[in-house]
């Protein structure tokens, strides 16, 4: 798993880092809920030099779909 994922969910959601794993989805815990996803969307593009279309932010509603999505734009993620 991607060192810089679980850095900016435990940074930018304020996450406990027992709680970050691959499973982890939107919704699932109160710190990850519409207003702080875009908040990790924008760390994520930030961080990583790349952009998410509408489409692509839509479709992150998981570490692992962060992973596949950062994986098809040519991000290393392991």
Known sequence: MSEVV????IN??????ALFHPEL???SVPE????SHM???VALEEKLG???DSDEIANLTSVARIV????AKGV???
């Open 6 to 9: 679980r850095d900016v969910f």
């Open 12 to 17: 930018e959601l304020g996450l406990e880092p």
């Open 25 to 27: 989805a939107y919704n």
């Open 32 to 35: 990850w809920d519409s207003a």
């Open 39 to 41: 908040v990790l969307v």
């Open 50 to 52: 790349i952009e998410f």
């Open 68 to 71: 596949e999505a950062l994986a």
């Open 76 to 78: 290393a993620v392991e």
